[in-house]
C-alpha cells in the first residue's frame, strides 16, 4: 500500500448531495387474485426449491438480504424503515438524473452516487485466485462493483464474510495512475478520484452519506466455476462506512463502461437477467448471464436511454389496468418523467395523476376491507386481522409493444392490521417513474442490452 493512501483519502470526501435520511401465495380468476395473508408476512424459515438449476453455466440463487436464505443472518427490519430507506434511495436517484444540487453541496466526483440500502437482493460470488466467496448487493442502477479490502480494519463496517486480502491473491494487479483505465474511471466520474504514488483510486458517496474509497484494481471474478471472468475491473475498498448490511460491497449492473454488463460483453453478449421470489423473505430466486433458448417466448419491450441518465434502464409505460379495466390514464402522463426499472428500489413509484387513478379503483374493488392507518409513504392500508386470505383486483402495468406485467406484488405490510397496496405516487408530475422489485417478483426479467429491449417471462421463480 503506498505509505501516502491514508493521508489522501479525507480529500475524496467532499460535501455531496444528500438527502436527510436515518412475497406471496396467489390464486384466483381472470380478474381478482386471492391472497394468502400468512404468505406476506416474514418467516425464519428459508424455503429451497428442490432443483435449483443454479449449477448451470452462469446461473446465481439471489436471496433476499434480510430474510432466513441469506448468509447474513441479519434481523428482519420493519417495515417502515424499509420504506424510509426506500425513499431516500428514490430521492437520492432522481436527484441524480435531474441534476438537483441544494444549495451549499456539491455532487462527489466519483462514481454512482445513490442509497444502497433498502430492500436490495444479494448474491455469492468469488474474487481473487484461488477466489474467495462475497456475498454482494446487485444492483441495476449501478455501474461500479467494489468490495472491502484488507487491510482496512478500522476503516471497514463489520461484514459476514472474510474481508478480501489481495496480497493472497496472484492474479490481482492495482491500475495504475498513468493508465488508460484510469482515465476512463475520471471520465466516467466526471472529475479525478484521485492518485496514491501511481496507483489509481475510486470514491464513491452514495445517498445517505455511505460510501467506498480505495484502490481501483483487476482480479479474476467467478460467478459460477463455468463462468470465469479474467482481468475483471473493481474498487478494492479501504475505507467504507455505511448501510450496506453485513455484504462485502455492490455488484454494479448498468450500463455503463466499467458494469459488470459492459465488462462481459464478449461472454455474455451484454444480456443478464434475474427472477425475484414471490416471497423475499423466505425463498430463492436466480440472477442469470447470457442469452437463454426461452428467451423466445417472453414478451419484449424497447430498451430506452435518457441522456442525462445513460447507465440507467428506460421503459416506455402505456398504461395501467385494475380490476380488467384500463384506467383512463392518458399516455403522456408516463412519457413526460419517464419510466425506469430498478432491482434496488422496493415500491413502484408513479406520476401523480397515474397513482390517484390507480389508488381510487383499488380502494373502491377494497370496499368492503376496514382501512387502516398510513404505513410512511404508502396511504391505502387496511386492518385484515382474522381474514386467512384477501381477495384484490388484479393489476397490470402495460408497456410499448404490447407488454402487460400482471403484478404479483400488489400488498405490502409486516402486520394483519396494516396490509397496505404496494404503490406510492410521486411528488411532481416531472419525478421520474420507477418500477420497484416488489413488481417484479416472480418474472424473469431479462435485459437485453445488445438488441435495446427488455423482457418479462411469468412464473420463472414461483
Given at each position: 500500500?503506498?505509505?501516502?493512501?491514508?493521508?489522501?483519502?479525507?480529500?475524496?470526501?467532499?460535501?455531496?448531495?444528500?438527502w436527510d435520511c436515518s412475497g406471496a401465495d396467489f390464486?384466483?380468476?381472470?380478474?381478482?387474485?386471492?391472497?394468502?395473508?400468512?404468505?406476506?408476512?416474514?418467516?425464519?424459515?428459508?424455503?429451497?426449491?428442490?432443483?435449483?438449476?443454479?449449477?448451470?453455466?452462469?446461473?446465481?440463487?439471489?436471496?433476499?438480504?434480510?430474510?432466513?436464505?441469506?448468509?447474513?443472518?441479519?434481523?428482519?427490519?420493519?417495515?417502515?424503515?424499509?420504506?424510509?430507506?426506500?425513499?431516500?434511495?428514490?430521492?437520492?436517484?432522481?436527484?441524480?438524473?435531474?441534476?438537483?444540487?441544494?444549495?451549499?453541496?456539491?455532487?462527489?466526483?466519483?462514481?454512482?452516487?445513490?442509497?444502497?440500502?433498502?430492500?436490495?437482493?444479494?448474491?455469492?460470488?468469488?474474487?481473487?485466485?484461488?477466489?474467495?466467496?462475497?456475498?454482494?448487493?446487485?444492483?441495476?442502477?449501478?455501474?461500479?462493483?467494489?468490495?472491502?479490502?484488507?487491510?482496512?480494519?478500522?476503516?471497514?463496517?463489520?461484514?459476514?464474510?472474510?474481508?478480501?486480502?489481495?496480497?493472497?491473491?496472484?492474479?490481482?494487479?492495482?491500475?495504475?495512475?498513468?493508465?488508460?483505465?484510469?482515465?476512463?474511471?475520471?471520465?466516467?466520474?466526471?472529475?479525478?478520484?484521485?492518485?496514491?504514488?501511481?496507483?489509481?483510486?475510486?470514491?464513491?458517496?452514495?445517498?445517505?452519506?455511505?460510501?467506498?474509497?480505495?484502490?481501483?484494481?483487476?482480479?479474476?471474478?467467478?460467478?459460477?466455476?463455468?463462468?470465469?471472468?479474467?482481468?475483471?475491473?473493481?474498487?478494492?475498498?479501504?475505507?467504507?462506512?455505511?448501510?450496506?448490511?453485513?455484504?462485502?460491497?455492490?455488484?454494479?449492473?448498468?450500463?455503463?463502461?466499467?458494469?459488470?454488463?459492459?465488462?462481459?460483453?464478449?461472454?455474455?453478449?451484454?444480456?443478464?437477467?434475474?427472477?425475484?421470489?414471490?416471497?423475499?423473505?423466505?425463498?430463492?430466486?436466480?440472477?442469470?448471464?447470457?442469452?437463454?433458448a426461452n428467451y423466445n417466448s417472453f414478451k419484449f419491450?424497447?430498451?430506452?436511454?435518457?441522456?442525462?441518465?445513460?447507465?440507467?434502464?428506460?421503459?416506455?409505460?402505456?398504461?395501467?389496468?385494475?380490476?380488467?379495466?384500463?384506467?383512463?390514464?392518458s399516455p403522456m402522463v408516463f412519457s413526460s418523467a419517464?419510466?425506469?426499472?430498478?432491482?434496488?428500489?422496493?415500491?413502484?413509484?408513479?406520476?401523480?395523476?397515474?397513482?390517484?387513478?390507480?389508488?381510487?379503483?383499488?380502494?373502491?374493488?377494497?370496499?368492503?376491507?376496514?382501512?387502516?392507518?398510513?404505513?410512511?409513504?404508502?396511504?391505502?392500508?387496511?386492518?385484515?386481522?382474522?381474514?386467512?386470505?384477501?381477495?384484490?383486483?388484479?393489476?397490470?402495468?402495460?408497456?410499448?409493444?404490447?407488454?402487460?406485467?400482471?403484478?404479483?406484488?400488489?400488498?405490502?405490510?409486516?402486520?394483519?392490521?396494516?396490509?397496505?397496496?404496494?404503490?406510492?405516487?410521486?411528488?411532481?408530475?416531472?419525478?421520474?417513474?420507477?418500477?420497484?422489485?416488489?413488481?417484479?417478483?416472480?418474472?424473469?426479467?431479462?435485459?437485453?442490452?445488445?438488441?435495446?429491449?427488455?423482457?418479462?417471462?411469468?412464473?420463472?421463480?414461483?
Amino acid at each position: 500500500m503506498p505509505a501516502n493512501l491514508y493521508f489522501f483519502f479525507p480529500y475524496l470526501l467532499f460535501s455531496s448531495f444528500v438527502w436527510d435520511c436515518s412475497g406471496a401465495d396467489f390464486g384466483g380468476g381472470s380478474e381478482n387474485l386471492y391472497v394468502k395473508l400468512g404468505s406476506l408476512l416474514p418467516t425464519p424459515v428459508c424455503s429451497m426449491p428442490a432443483s435449483t438449476g443454479y449449477e448451470r453455466s452462469a446461473a446465481i440463487r439471489v436471496v433476499h438480504r434480510h430474510g432466513p436464505c441469506s448468509s447474513s443472518s441479519q434481523p428482519t427490519k420493519a417495515a417502515i424503515q424499509i420504506l424510509l430507506e426506500d425513499e431516500c434511495r428514490v430521492n437520492s436517484l432522481r436527484s441524480r438524473i435531474s441534476k438537483r444540487v441544494l444549495q451549499g453541496q456539491t455532487l462527489l466526483p466519483a462514481h454512482d452516487g445513490r442509497l444502497v440500502e433498502t430492500g436490495n437482493y444479494v448474491v455469492t460470488i468469488g474474487f481473487g485466485t484461488p477466489k474467495r466467496d462475497m456475498t454482494v448487493v446487485f444492483d441495476t442502477g449501478s455501474d461500479f462493483t467494489w468490495i472491502q479490502c484488507h487491510p482496512c480494519a478500522a476503516y471497514c463496517y463489520p461484514q459476514q464474510d472474510p474481508i478480501f486480502d489481495s496480497s493472497n491473491s496472484s492474479s490481482y494487479l492495482n491500475v495504475s495512475c498513468n493508465s488508460a483505465e484510469c482515465s476512463q474511471l475520471k471520465s466516467t466520474a466526471g472529475n479525478a478520484p484521485g492518485c496514491s504514488s501511481s496507483t489509481c483510486l475510486y470514491g464513491i458517496r452514495y445517498g445517505d452519506q455511505s460510501y467506498s474509497i480505495g484502490f481501483f484494481a483487476h482480479d479474476t471474478l467467478t460467478l459460477t466455476p463455468s463462468a470465469v471472468v479474467p482481468n475483471f475491473p473493481f474498487g478494492c475498498g479501504q475505507r467504507n462506512r455505511g448501510l450496506f448490511g453485513k455484504t462485502a460491497g455492490v455488484l454494479g449492473l448498468g450500463r455503463g463502461k466499467l458494469s459488470l454488463v459492459s465488462q462481459t460483453a464478449q461472454k455474455f453478449s451484454r444480456v443478464f437477467s434475474y427472477c425475484l421470489p414471490s416471497s423475499p423473505s423466505s425463498s430463492t430466486g436466480f440472477l442469470k448471464f447470457g442469452e437463454e433458448a426461452n428467451y423466445n417466448s417472453f414478451k419484449f419491450t424497447p430498451l430506452l436511454t435518457q441522456p442525462d441518465a445513460p447507465s440507467f434502464y428506460f421503459l416506455d409505460m402505456m398504461g395501467i389496468s385494475v380490476g380488467g379495466r384500463k384506467l383512463g390514464i392518458s399516455p403522456m402522463v408516463f412519457s413526460s418523467a419517464g419510466t425506469l426499472i430498478d432491482s434496488g428500489t422496493v415500491i413502484t413509484r408513479l406520476a401523480p395523476s397515474a397513482y390517484s387513478a390507480l389508488r381510487g379503483a383499488f380502494r373502491q374493488y377494497m370496499s368492503n376491507y376496514p382501512s387502516a392507518e398510513a404505513l410512511s409513504i404508502l396511504d391505502t392500508c387496511y386492518d385484515l386481522t382474522g381474514y386467512d386470505t384477501v381477495t384484490v383486483p388484479k393489476i397490470t402495468l402495460q408497456f410499448r409493444g404490447g407488454v402487460d406485467v400482471n403484478v404479483k406484488g400488489i400488498l405490502y405490510g409486516s402486520s394483519p392490521s396494516q396490509i397496505c397496496l404496494a404503490f406510492a405516487g410521486n411528488n411532481a408530475p416531472d419525478d421520474v417513474a420507477i418500477i420497484g422489485n416488489k413488481q417484479q417478483q416472480t418474472y424473469q426479467v431479462v435485459y437485453d442490452v445488445a438488441r435495446g429491449r427488455i423482457g418479462f417471462g411469468e412464473a420463472a421463480c414461483t
